[in-house]
């Protein structure tokens, strides 16, 4: 019985994972293309779940502001939109989000070093967080794409046949893993094998020599930016769907870290075997070991976990050989 | 034209290795700590102690240690908030330990004992490095912040897990507990603060700075020529620590009062010490000041000209804060993307210069 | 001026007539590689002390690697490293630095984010010891040995005639000073053996004249023994004791310029029927 | 051989630019220079001359290292080009292999070539066509298509950056220092490839060099820059028999080429410092 | 005019749920303002402060505010609570902390200047109790709960006493932290799978709350055996669990909903007129309706002030004079226009903590809202007592305080 207690944790275990993992995907985008680690990843999540709440409850943007300058009460125009539109909508507007970082930040500090651009990005997320309540409100919002939640039927009658104990699995979990794949599969294909894919990774090297080949960075990064906006947008519905949308929501960035710690910070499939890995880890840690030592163990052994692994590869699982030379 | 460099030469070598080698900076900063030290005490009011001065003293403290680490050493970290804990929690233990021991003692002690912690650390700065060391020290940030949470023997077995700081006196004068007048409180920050600000620049203008500088700059290269990782980086670590402890040791004993591990010194201390850093501007000390002023300052004043002064709603005010800090920080990285300090430097190149700029 | 010349050097003589001391040091039989790359296939040859000893031949020919393994920083798969007549047992790099060796690189390897004068503090950083608690407060051995070892660092600068830029941070600089800069945070380590890896490329005539006048003046008057890798054949042929020549990781020629010049292998590989 | 720059378009035409980095640094000093369609342009001076800084104030790369171009104007083609961004400058046929090799580390050597094509857009077979090209130019590069840039030394880098930059099928290269950490076989071989490529393909080259020597040999017309100035210029026979020339970039003196181990410290001074 | 400053929170992690609070806390204020000129002929001022659930900012909005005035802080953050103990005992200024906060500044003797009236987390811990012994005919020997709980110190708040209850009632205790912010709890809740407790307690806060009655919902875990603390006991907490989180049971000890007389004034003279805090939109809501207990109860407190004093304009002293005085009977609540709306407090020098009664109200999803299970019920007092003696005893002797009363 104990054995098919943990294998139902680790099970759970693996679902959390890809769950980080959908955030980090976004992190290791535009890291690989831009050298940046991209610290609002995190806000541009929570930001993309607001924005499609927002449209699909018919919101008015700004309302707060505009109540407060105007002295009026608007909140909601009145009418609803579909998940489908909402999405492609959010999509949309994230796109414009690239464009205007690319535009009003990063075009101004090209070839500056990884740790100035992240500063950027963190003053980016500071940016996006304070823009999104100002936009769509600091209140829980319940988000509904129609994504099913709650244990799945089938599978635990099936473990219940096969193995006299049902396993329970959100269904929300199960399709995370679905879309999660599909999305790593359509990344890997792109970033290995097309021309732009290749620019990308030239860009992260070195600005300059890739602007010397005729490498737009401008078009690199706003594709970048928009194809993590985008990721952005599935962990926001993954993550909104499952707790709310709300500021917390920001906060899965840090669980996403030690994925790529240990992932690689340029490797997307790393990204997701990470995540299976971390997932797996922390909560089979938490649920053996936790009660030893009095729980709420997870955050921190994730990234001891993740550090032991860097001492034995400092480059994580399936990250890009650091390169060593004089 | 008054501000000059030429006709201030320097006859030895010892002259020129000093701090502010131009003399009108060095009477400037004279003039500063004169007023600081003699003049604010007299004038200060709870408000400006407590909502200013003080967090500002404090916080370029741990600036400063972290700028040693991150901008000197180029070890990244984001391991400030638990390295500030363990100097809190230190200086908890001891005060309430060795109720005889002069305060000022105890925080010191708990500095070094957070040099230890930090060293310990910094080992895996050893092989792991750039982004990857700093997501690894966050393992530090989340273990320590844990570990306090969890042994109650830190927190001396209360209820909650909170702790609080007991009156302690200096020459008859209250430096902790509720009773500490808030000249008090201001002159302790201002002594570390000065003390540990010259001790620094000691340490980055001389050998120990050099081999730190080194490592950063190409750590392969700073090897080849004789420069020892082992102990440039570790040494790092344990100075920034050092300084770092304090800072968490004043935060908690001298201006908060009380603390809990998670809440007071939880990952957004680590972010925000890091960017005062950089806005400040990495490897300089001068930088960690600008840094914490700015970090400290700018939302007070923003909200109070939003709350206060136009009426707005605190939320509002509060979203628009962030909106506003965070476009700041963008535009200043635009402007100097080597932070506060390289453009106050600017200025004084053209002033050099002025009025022929070319 | 900086170190104690050399003590009364036995051994043969030079081209141009010096004297060269015994064998300092000895690599025997090295070979590196990197998973299928042999960078370096068993090669043998030794330094002399107080002589200038070249390395050349084409680009990827190991040349490089060759430096790193003598300043350990590869360490190579098979051989045996002498130095001073005695085995060197596997070391860090740092501990090799603190037997006297000091060298450029070829990649400039400054350190960005200082002065000059800084840059080439660090080449002495071995030989001050003070304490970290006196070097915080700034005080007795700290002060001390910096204004001793800066006095040290000025002769240098003064000698390779860098003083307008002392404290200009070297990032700004223009490549050729770099290459100066760097030789003087080698030289104020004060070393037996400078290792040299192509410190002129980059560098019109005249700049390389300078440079050769200081290499020539610190072999002279420090007697401090110089191995060099260069590609350009005057210098090498003007500047050399002895030189050896590599192709693909092998050692392909060994011998005075002038034996060097002559023989055909080093001719086709690297020298090119255009070489006069 | 090619005769002066009088008979041919210009296509490239600098005017009189001055150049500032970091608010405060002037580099540049007024250079006025003008790069003839099908010539080699050779740019000689000492270390800091500005060299780097004209080719890259041409491709528009100082933005990023926080210069910029405060007076004159740059023309290609009659067109001012100074507000255009790099990747536009490519499409034009302008590309600039930088001084320091700048490889991309992390991409296999056969990968950096393959960006250098970025621009393109007359397909697949075009682009391994050319590959083949650079790889029979630079035999060595094919051994090592494999392996990351950034473990292949310094020559390979320098070659790998030479092909990458013919990847694009330019009309005009800015090459930096192409000579620089070379074997001299290699250096010959690498002018003659430009050689091969100008008069071959016509295609355009401003080079920056220290190598006087082998840069007069190879150029038909050279400007020498120092301290932000040009100081002389003319077609590369007469500047190859200008005496300061011969003395102060070619090495010689009256007597033929003199011994590095002769050199005095005491110099002549320049005439045109004077 | 009176200063009763609002530190509150809008943004940052607990945003949601301070912000409903705050306008809570505002509205009553406005009413009273606009419908009687405030309190005794002074008006009300609620100059509000952004504290973000931060204890630097908490401090940073005291020390800004307390100069105009303040008469008394409320800053719904226990962190901030801890902050501000040593610190208006030295301003002398009341902070009042119903519900959260310091459970042993229940003891006046020690804790003069903070109030924690109707009840506090032990209190709520025994109240969650005896309704569970209730509900087992007075024995819950060999039963097992689970106590799931925020990792900080409000979270720690009842371990002590429920250990305490546990060998008193022979129940088994178990103990699963959360770290902040709690969007992962699936090993804890397998654990609660695994161990199949009778009962689970919690603690929680935030995100937390949505969370765990998500995750119970996902293991089966019956909503009625799931009791929350007052503060696990809004809407934003059951809502995104959509119908799953039907039959879950909080406690509370202030009326949900608008079915209460001073909702006509509060629509007539702040609603209507656009006065109301953001517009009205969570205007009976659990957590606004506490917010409005606490202003509630502090206009009571400055009312009794201002009788003992015998002038409308108080000090602070003078209102803590007015605290210690407070008597809020069933009556007086109905003639505020909120019958039933809490318990009755009744405070004075030694008892700063009123009577610790709390009930249990239950979530009906169908319906969406919360409805009142069970009357006021007092807490054990015989085993409260002597932890609070203790605990307060322990700190009069860290910070050198010599109990008066
Ligand atoms: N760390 C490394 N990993 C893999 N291969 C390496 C490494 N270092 C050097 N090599 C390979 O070893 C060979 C020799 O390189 P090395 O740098 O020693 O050449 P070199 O003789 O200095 O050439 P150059 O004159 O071009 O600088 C090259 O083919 C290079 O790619
Ligand atoms: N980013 C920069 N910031 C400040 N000054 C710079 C910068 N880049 C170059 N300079 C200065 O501009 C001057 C010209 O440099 P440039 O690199 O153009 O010279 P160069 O002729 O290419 O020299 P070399 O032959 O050494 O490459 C030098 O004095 C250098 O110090
Ligand atoms: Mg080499
Ligand atoms: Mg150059």
Same mark, same amino acid.
């Given at each position: 019985?104990?054995?098919?207690?943990?294998?139902?944790?680790?099970?759970?275990?693996?679902?959390?994972?890809?769950?980080?993992?959908?955030?980090?995907?976004?992190?290791?985008?535009?890291?690989?293309?831009?050298?940046?680690?991209?610290?609002?990843?995190?806000?541009?999540?929570?930001?993309?779940?607001?924005?499609?709440?927002?449209?699909?409850?018919?919101?008015?943007?700004?309302?707060?502001?505009?109540?407060?300058?105007?002295?009026?009460?608007?909140?909601?125009?009145?009418?609803?939109?579909?998940?489908?539109?909402?999405?492609?909508?959010?999509?949309?507007?994230?796109?414009?989000?690239?464009?205007?970082?690319?535009?009003?930040?990063?075009?101004?500090?090209?070839?500056?070093?990884?740790?100035?651009?992240?500063?950027?990005?963190?003053?980016?997320?500071?940016?996006?967080?304070?823009?999104?309540?100002?936009?769509?409100?600091?209140?829980?919002?319940?988000?509904?794409?129609?994504?099913?939640?709650?244990?799945?039927?089938?599978?635990?009658?099936?473990?219940?046949?096969?193995?006299?104990?049902?396993?329970?699995?959100?269904?929300?979990?199960?399709?995370?893993?679905?879309?999660?794949?599909?999305?790593?599969?359509?990344?890997?294909?792109?970033?290995?094998?097309?021309?732009?894919?290749?620019?990308?990774?030239?860009?992260?090297?070195?600005?300059?020599?890739?602007?010397?080949?005729?490498?737009?960075?401008?078009?690199?990064?706003?594709?970048?930016?928009?194809?993590?906006?985008?990721?952005?947008?599935?962990?926001?519905?993954?993550?909104?769907?499952?707790?709310?949308?709300?500021?917390?929501?920001?906060?899965?960035?840090?669980?996403?870290?030690?994925?790529?710690?240990?992932?690689?910070?340029?490797?997307?499939?790393?990204?997701?075997?990470?995540?299976?890995?971390?997932?797996?880890?922390?909560?089979?840690?938490?649920?053996?070991?936790?009660?030893?030592?009095?729980?709420?163990?997870?955050?921190?052994?994730?990234?001891?976990?993740?550090?032991?692994?860097?001492?034995?590869?400092?480059?994580?699982?399936?990250?890009?050989?650091?390169?060593?030379?004089? | 034209?008054?501000?000059?460099?030429?006709?201030?030469?320097?006859?030895?070598?010892?002259?020129?290795?000093?701090?502010?080698?131009?003399?009108?900076?060095?009477?400037?900063?004279?003039?500063?700590?004169?007023?600081?030290?003699?003049?604010?005490?007299?004038? =200060?009011?709870?408000?400006?102690?407590?909502?200013?001065?003080?967090?500002?003293?404090?916080?370029?403290?741990?600036? =400063?240690?972290?700028?040693?680490?991150?901008?000197?050493?180029?070890?990244?970290?984001?391991?400030?908030?638990?390295?500030?804990?363990?100097?809190?929690?230190?200086?908890?233990?001891?005060?309430?330990?060795?109720?005889?021991?002069?305060?000022?003692?105890?925080?010191?002690?708990?500095?070094?004992?957070?040099?230890?912690?930090?060293?310990?650390?910094?080992?895996?700065?050893?092989?792991?490095?750039?982004?990857?060391?700093?997501?690894?020290?966050? %393992?530090?940030?989340?273990?320590? &912040?844990?570990?306090?949470?969890?042994?109650?023997?830190?927190?001396?077995?209360?209820?909650?897990?909170? =702790?609080?700081?007991?009156?302690?006196?200096?020459?008859?004068?209250?430096? /902790?507990?509720?009773?500490?007048?808030?000249?008090?409180?201001?002159?302790?920050?201002?002594?570390?603060? &000065?003390?540990?600000?010259? &001790?620094?620049?000691?340490? /980055?203008?001389?050998?120990?700075?050099?081999?730190?500088?080194?490592?950063?700059?190409?750590?392969?290269?700073?090897?080849?020529?004789?420069?020892?990782?082992?102990?440039?980086?570790?040494?790092?670590?344990?100075?920034?620590?050092?300084?770092?402890?304090?800072?968490?040791?004043?935060?908690?004993? &001298?201006?908060?009062? %009380?603390?809990?591990?998670?809440?007071?010194?939880?990952?957004?201390?680590?972010?925000?010490?890091?960017?005062?850093?950089?806005?400040?501007?990495?490897?300089?000390?001068?930088?960690?000041?600008?840094?914490?002023?700015?970090?400290?300052?700018?939302?007070?004043?923003?909200?109070?000209?939003?709350?206060?002064?136009?009426?707005?709603?605190?939320?509002?005010?509060?979203?628009?804060?962030?909106?506003?800090?965070?476009?700041?920080?963008?535009?200043?990285?635009?402007?100097?993307?080597?932070?506060?300090?390289?453009?106050?430097?600017?200025?004084?190149?053209?002033?050099?210069?002025?009025?022929?700029?070319? | 001026?900086?170190?104690?010349?050399?003590?009364?050097?036995?051994?043969?003589?030079?081209?141009?007539?010096?004297?060269?001391?015994?064998?300092?040091?000895?690599?025997?039989?090295?070979?590196?590689?990197?998973?299928?790359?042999?960078?370096?296939?068993?090669?043998?040859?030794?330094?002399?002390?107080?002589?200038?000893?070249?390395?050349?031949?084409?680009?990827?020919?190991?040349?490089?690697?060759?430096?790193?393994?003598?300043?350990?920083?590869?360490?190579?798969?098979?051989?045996?490293?002498?130095?001073?007549?005695?085995?060197?047992?596997?070391?860090?790099?740092?501990?090799?630095?603190?037997?006297?060796?000091?060298?450029?690189?070829?990649?400039?390897?400054?350190?960005?984010?200082?002065?000059?004068?800084?840059?080439?503090?660090?080449?002495?950083?071995?030989?001050?010891?003070?304490?970290?608690?006196?070097?915080?407060?700034?005080?007795?051995?700290?002060?001390?040995?910096?204004?001793?070892?800066?006095?040290?660092?000025?002769?240098?600068?003064?000698?390779?005639?860098?003083?307008?830029?002392?404290?200009?941070?070297?990032?700004?600089?223009?490549?050729?000073?770099?290459?100066?800069?760097?030789?003087?945070?080698?030289?104020?380590?004060?070393?037996?053996?400078?290792?040299?890896?192509?410190?002129?490329?980059?560098?019109?005539?005249?700049?390389?004249?300078?440079?050769?006048?200081?290499?020539?003046?610190?072999?002279?008057?420090?007697?401090?023994?110089?191995?060099?890798?260069?590609?350009?054949?005057?210098?090498?042929?003007?500047?050399?004791?002895?030189?050896?020549?590599?192709?693909?990781?092998?050692?392909?020629?060994?011998?005075?310029?002038?034996?060097?010049?002559?023989?055909?292998?080093?001719?086709?590989?690297?020298?090119?029927?255009?070489?006069? | 051989?090619?005769?002066?720059?009088?008979?041919?378009?210009?296509?490239?035409?600098?005017?009189?630019?001055?150049?500032?980095?970091?608010?405060?640094?002037?580099?540049?000093?007024?250079?006025? $220079?003008?790069?003839?369609?099908?010539?080699?342009?050779?740019?000689?001076?000492?270390?800091?001359?500005?060299?780097?800084?004209?080719?890259?104030?041409?491709?528009?790369?100082?933005?990023?290292?926080?210069?910029?171009?405060?007076?004159?104007?740059?023309?290609?083609?009659?067109?001012?080009?100074?507000?255009?961004?790099?990747?536009?400058?490519?499409?034009?046929?302008?590309?600039?292999?930088?001084?320091?090799?700048?490889?991309?580390?992390?991409?296999?050597?056969?990968?950096?070539?393959?960006?250098?094509?970025?621009?393109?857009?007359?397909?697949?077979?075009?682009?391994?066509?050319?590959?083949?090209?650079?790889?029979?130019?630079?035999?060595?590069?094919?051994?090592?298509?494999?392996?990351?840039?950034?473990?292949?030394?310094?020559?390979?880098?320098?070659?790998?950056?030479?092909?990458?930059?013919?990847?694009?099928?330019?009309?005009?290269?800015?090459?930096?220092?192409?000579?620089?950490?070379?074997?001299?076989? $290699?250096?010959?071989?690498?002018?003659?490839?430009?050689?091969?490529?100008?008069?071959?393909?016509?295609?355009?080259?401003? $080079?920056?060099?220290?190598?006087?020597?082998?840069?007069?040999?190879?150029?038909?017309?050279?400007?020498?820059?120092?301290?932000? !100035?040009?100081?002389?210029?003319?077609?590369?026979?007469?500047?190859?028999?200008?005496?300061?020339?011969?003395?102060?970039?070619?090495?010689?003196?009256?007597?033929?080429?003199?011994?590095?181990?002769?050199?005095?410290?005491? !110099?002549?001074?320049?005439?045109?410092?004077? | 005019?009176?200063?009763?400053?609002?530190?509150?929170?809008?943004?940052?992690?607990?945003?949601?749920?301070?912000?409903?609070?705050?306008?809570?806390?505002?509205?009553?204020?406005?009413?009273?303002?606009?419908?009687?000129?405030?309190?005794?002929?002074?008006?009300?001022?609620?100059?509000?402060?952004? @504290?973000?659930?931060?204890?630097?900012?908490?401090?940073?909005?005291?020390?800004?505010?307390?100069?105009?005035?303040?008469?008394?802080?409320?800053?719904?953050?226990?962190?901030?609570?801890?902050?501000?103990?040593?610190?208006?005992?030295?301003?002398?200024?009341?902070?009042?902390?119903?519900?959260?906060?310091?459970?042993? *500044?229940?003891?006046?003797?020690?804790?003069?200047?903070?109030?924690?009236?109707?009840?506090?987390?032990?209190?709520?811990?025994?109240?969650?109790?005896?309704?569970?012994?209730?509900?087992?005919?007075?024995?819950?020997?060999?039963?097992?709960?689970?106590?799931?709980? #925020?990792?900080?110190?409000?979270?720690?708040?009842?371990?002590?006493?429920?250990?305490?209850?546990?060998?008193? #009632?022979?129940?088994?205790?178990?103990?699963?932290?959360?770290?902040?912010?709690?969007?992962?709890?699936?090993?804890?809740?397998?654990?609660?799978?695994?161990?199949?407790?009778?009962?689970?307690?919690?603690?929680?806060?935030?995100?937390?709350?949505?969370?765990?009655?998500?995750?119970?919902?996902?293991?089966?875990?019956?909503?009625?055996?799931?009791?929350?603390?007052?503060?696990?006991?809004?809407?934003?907490?059951?809502?995104?669990?959509?119908?799953?989180?039907?039959?879950?049971?909080?406690?509370?000890?202030?009326?949900?909903?608008?079915?209460?007389?001073?909702?006509?004034?509060?629509?007539?003279?702040?609603?209507?007129?656009?006065?109301?805090?953001?517009?009205?939109?969570?205007?009976?809501?659990?957590?606004?309706?506490?917010?409005?207990?606490? *202003?509630?109860?502090?206009?009571?407190?400055?009312?009794?002030?201002?009788?003992?004093?015998?002038?409308?304009?108080?000090?602070?002293?003078?209102?803590?004079?007015?605290?210690? *005085?407070?008597?809020?009977?069933?009556?007086?609540?109905?003639?505020?226009?909120?019958?039933?709306?809490?318990?009755?407090?009744?405070?004075?020098?030694?008892? #700063?903590?009123?009577?610790?009664?709390?009930?249990?109200?239950?979530?009906?999803?169908?319906?969406?809202?919360?409805?009142?299970?069970?009357?006021?019920?007092?807490?054990?007092?015989?085993?409260?007592?002597?932890?609070?003696?203790?605990?307060?005893?322990?700190?009069?002797?860290?910070?050198?305080? @010599?109990?008066?009363?």
């Amino acid at each position: 019985m104990e054995f098919l207690y943990a294998s139902e944790v680790l099970v759970n275990g693996l679902m959390a994972g890809v769950m980080y993992a959908l955030v980090a995907l976004g992190f290791v985008l535009i890291y690989k293309a831009s050298g940046v680690f991209n610290y609002a990843q995190g806000v541009m999540a929570l930001f993309a779940a607001m924005t499609l709440v927002g449209i699909m409850e018919g919101r008015v943007p700004f309302a707060h502001l505009i109540n407060a300058m105007f002295g009026v009460h608007v909140s909601h125009f009145g009418w609803t939109v579909p998940a489908i539109f909402g999405i492609a909508l959010t999509a949309l507007i994230m796109v414009g989000l690239a464009i205007a970082v690319e535009k009003l930040v990063l075009k101004h500090l090209v070839g500056q070093e990884p740790i100035i651009l992240f500063m950027a990005t963190i003053g980016l997320a500071w940016f996006l967080e304070g823009l999104g309540d100002v936009m769509w409100g600091a209140d829980v919002k319940v988000l509904d794409v129609g994504l099913p939640q709650g244990i799945s039927d089938g599978i635990e009658a099936a473990t219940n046949d096969w193995l006299g104990y049902g396993f329970f699995i959100d269904k929300l979990d199960i399709w995370a893993t679905v879309i999660a794949a599909a999305l790593v599969a359509a990344l890997v294909g792109f970033s290995q094998y097309t021309k732009q894919g290749r620019a990308m990774r030239a860009v992260a090297d070195d600005h300059q020599a890739a602007l010397s080949v005729g490498i737009s960075l401008r078009f690199i990064w706003i594709m970048v930016w928009s194809i993590a906006g985008f990721v952005a947008l599935v962990a926001g519905i993954m993550w909104g769907t499952k707790s709310g949308v709300q500021f917390s929501l920001s906060l899965i960035a840090l669980k996403a870290l030690p994925v790529l710690m240990l992932g690689g910070f340029t490797s997307i499939p790393g990204a997701i075997v990470g995540g299976l890995i971390i997932g797996m880890g922390e909560k089979l840690f938490e649920y053996f070991i936790g009660p030893m030592v009095g729980g709420a163990t997870e955050n921190w052994f994730a990234y001891v976990l993740a550090l032991l692994f860097l001492v034995f590869r400092p480059q994580g699982l399936f990250g890009e050989r650091i390169i060593e030379r004089v | 034209m008054i501000y000059r460099e030429a006709g201030d030469f320097k006859t030895s070598y010892r002259d020129d290795g000093q701090t502010f080698p131009i003399r009108l900076d060095r009477w400037g900063y004279y003039a500063l700590l004169a007023v600081a030290f003699l003049v604010v005490p007299f004038f =200060i009011d709870s408000y400006w102690a407590n909502a200013v001065l003080v967090p500002f003293l404090i916080y370029a403290i741990a600036a =400063i240690g972290l700028n040693i680490l991150v901008g000197y050493a180029g070890q990244v970290s984001l391991g400030t908030g638990g390295f500030m804990a363990v100097g809190a929690y230190a200086v908890y233990k001891l005060m309430t330990a060795f109720p005889g021991v002069p305060i000022f003692v105890h925080i010191l002690l708990a500095g070094l004992i957070t040099a230890l912690v930090g060293m310990l650390f910094g080992l895996p700065s050893l092989r792991i490095k750039g982004f990857y060391l700093a997501v690894a020290t966050l %393992a530090a940030q989340f273990f320590l &912040v844990w570990l306090f949470n969890k042994v109650p023997w830190f927190y001396n077995y209360s209820a909650s897990g909170q =702790i609080t700081a007991p009156e302690r006196t200096f020459f008859g004068w209250a430096v /902790t507990g509720p009773a500490t007048s808030a000249s008090a409180k201001y002159l302790t920050c201002l002594v570390f603060a &000065v003390v540990l600000a010259w &001790v620094a620049r000691n340490l /980055t203008r001389g050998t120990v700075g050099r081999k730190w500088m080194a490592i950063r700059d190409m750590d392969i290269a700073a090897e080849i020529i004789g420069v020892n990782p082992l102990s440039a980086k570790l040494s790092a670590f344990a100075v920034s620590s050092f300084f770092i402890g304090i800072a968490g040791a004043l935060l908690f004993a &001298v201006y908060l009062g %009380a603390a809990e591990a998670s809440e007071a010194f939880g990952i957004n201390k680590s972010f925000l010490v890091l960017f005062m850093v950089i806005i400040g501007g990495l490897g300089s000390i001068f930088g960690s000041f600008a840094g914490a002023a700015f970090l400290v300052l700018l939302p007070v004043f923003l909200k109070n000209v939003l709350v206060a002064r136009l009426g707005w709603p605190t939320d509002l005010a509060a979203h628009l804060e962030l909106m506003i800090v965070g476009a700041l920080i963008i535009f200043f990285l635009i402007v100097e993307p080597h932070g506060l300090a390289r453009l106050w430097r600017l200025t004084k190149e053209k002033l050099r210069l002025w009025p022929f700029p070319h | 001026m900086i170190a104690t010349p050399a003590t009364e050097l036995t051994g043969e003589f030079t081209t141009d007539g010096r004297r060269t001391g015994p064998v300092l040091m000895d690599l025997k039989n090295i070979t590196l590689r990197f998973g299928g790359v042999v960078a370096i296939k068993d090669i043998s040859f030794d330094i002399r002390e107080g002589e200038i000893r070249a390395i050349i031949g084409p680009n990827g020919a190991g040349k490089s690697s060759m430096l790193n393994v003598i300043s350990g920083f590869y360490v190579p798969q098979e051989g045996e490293i002498w130095f001073e007549g005695a085995r060197r047992p596997p070391m860090k790099p740092y501990e090799v630095a603190r037997l006297g060796l000091a060298r450029t690189f070829q990649n400039i390897a400054l350190f960005d984010g200082m002065s000059v004068l800084d840059n080439i503090m660090t080449g002495r950083l071995n030989r001050m010891k003070a304490p970290l608690w006196a070097q915080a407060i700034w005080w007795g051995r700290a002060e001390r040995e910096e204004v001793e070892n800066r006095e040290q660092v000025e002769k240098i600068i003064d000698f390779l005639e860098i003083q307008n830029i002392r404290k200009t941070p070297v990032g700004r600089l223009p490549y050729g000073l770099k290459k100066r800069v760097e030789l003087a945070r080698a030289l104020a380590a004060e070393p037996r053996i400078l290792l040299l890896d192509e410190p002129m490329a980059g560098m019109n005539v005249e700049e390389k004249e300078d440079m050769c006048r200081f290499i020539l003046d610190v072999n002279d008057e420090f007697g401090t023994t110089i191995a060099l890798i260069e590609h350009d054949m005057g210098v090498v042929m003007d500047l050399s004791d002895r030189v050896v020549v590599m192709d693909y990781g092998r050692k392909i020629g060994d011998g005075t310029p002038d034996e060097v010049r002559a023989n055909p292998e080093v001719i086709s590989a690297y020298l090119g029927v255009s070489q006069e | 051989m090619f005769d002066s720059a009088a008979g041919r378009e210009t296509l490239l035409e600098i005017n009189n630019i001055e150049v500032i980095y970091n608010h405060v640094i002037l580099v540049l000093k007024g250079v006025s $220079l003008s790069v003839p369609k099908g010539g080699i342009t050779a740019l000689l001076g000492g270390n800091g001359a500005g060299k780097t800084t004209t080719l890259k104030a041409i491709s528009n790369l100082l933005h990023s290292e926080r210069g910029e171009v405060t007076k004159g104007a740059i023309n290609y083609r009659g067109e001012p080009i100074q507000k255009m961004d790099p990747a536009s400058l490519v499409k034009k046929g302008v590309i600039q292999v930088m001084e320091g090799r700048h490889c991309f580390e992390h991409l296999t050597v056969e990968e950096n070539l393959l960006t250098g094509a970025y621009t393109r857009t007359d397909g697949r077979a075009a682009v391994a066509q050319d590959l083949e090209m650079v790889y029979s130019y630079f035999p060595r590069l094919k051994e090592r298509r494999k392996s990351q840039a950034g473990y292949t030394s310094g020559g390979e880098q320098q070659m790998c950056a030479m092909g990458r930059a013919l990847m694009s099928r330019p009309e005009t290269i800015l090459l930096d220092e192409p000579s620089m950490g070379l074997a001299p076989q $290699l250096v010959e071989q690498i002018f003659e490839i430009v050689k091969a490529v100008n008069e071959g393909e016509g295609v355009t080259f401003l $080079l920056a060099e220290q190598n006087t020597n082998i840069a007069l040999r190879y150029g038909h017309y050279g400007y020498i820059l120092e301290s932000g !100035r040009v100081v002389m210029d003319g077609p590369a026979e007469a500047l190859r028999e200008n005496p300061d020339v011969k003395e102060f970039y070619l090495g010689m003196s009256e007597q033929g080429r003199k011994s590095f181990r002769d050199v005095r410290s005491y !110099r002549r001074r320049k005439r045109w410092l004077a | 005019d009176l200063v009763v400053p609002n530190l509150s929170y809008r943004t940052g992690p607990y945003g949601a749920n301070g912000t409903q609070y705050a306008d809570g806390f505002n509205d009553y204020f406005t009413l009273l303002n606009e419908r009687d000129g405030g309190i005794g002929g002074e008006k009300i001022q609620t100059p509000e402060c952004e @504290t973000a659930y931060n204890t630097e900012k908490g401090v940073e909005c005291y020390e800004a505010t307390k100069g105009n005035g303040a008469l008394v802080y409320n800053p719904l953050s226990t962190g901030i609570t801890y902050q501000l103990i040593p610190k208006v005992s030295a301003d002398k200024i009341p902070l009042y902390t119903p519900g959260y906060g310091r459970t042993s *500044a229940k003891n006046g003797k020690v804790f003069e200047w903070v109030f924690n009236a109707p009840a506090n987390y032990w209190d709520g811990a025994s109240v969650a109790i005896k309704y569970l012994l209730d509900q087992n005919g007075g024995d819950l020997k060999g039963k097992k709960i689970a106590l799931v709980y #925020h990792n900080s110190a409000y979270g720690k708040e009842p371990i002590r006493t429920l250990q305490e209850l546990s060998k008193k #009632h022979g129940f088994t205790l178990s103990e699963l932290p959360i770290d902040p912010p709690g969007q992962e709890q699936k090993s804890q809740w397998l654990q609660i799978r695994r161990d199949k407790p009778d009962y689970v307690v919690m603690w929680g806060w935030g995100v937390m709350n949505q969370t765990a009655i998500q995750e119970a919902a996902n293991i089966r875990f019956p909503m009625e055996n799931f009791i929350g603390i007052w503060w696990a006991g809004s809407e934003v907490d059951v809502m995104p669990v959509g119908d799953a989180a039907n039959g879950y049971k909080s406690l509370t000890f202030n009326g949900v909903g608008t079915d209460y007389p001073v909702y006509d004034d509060m629509k007539k003279f702040v609603i209507e007129p656009g006065k109301a805090s953001q517009g009205g939109q969570f205007v009976g809501s659990a957590l606004y309706s506490r917010g409005m207990y606490a *202003a509630v109860v502090i206009a009571e407190a400055i009312k009794k002030a201002q009788e003992l004093a015998g002038s409308s304009a108080i000090t602070a002293p003078q209102l803590r004079d007015g605290f210690e *005085a407070l008597d809020i009977t069933p009556e007086r609540l109905t003639e505020i226009g909120l019958p039933d709306f809490g318990p009755e407090i009744k405070m004075s020098c030694d008892n #700063h903590g009123g009577s610790g009664m709390a009930r249990l109200q239950q979530w009906d999803a169908g319906a969406k809202k919360w409805s009142l299970i069970t009357e006021f019920t007092e807490p054990d007092q015989d085993v409260l007592n002597p932890l609070i003696a203790e605990d307060s005893e322990a700190y009069a002797k860290e910070a050198g305080i @010599t109990p008066r009363c």
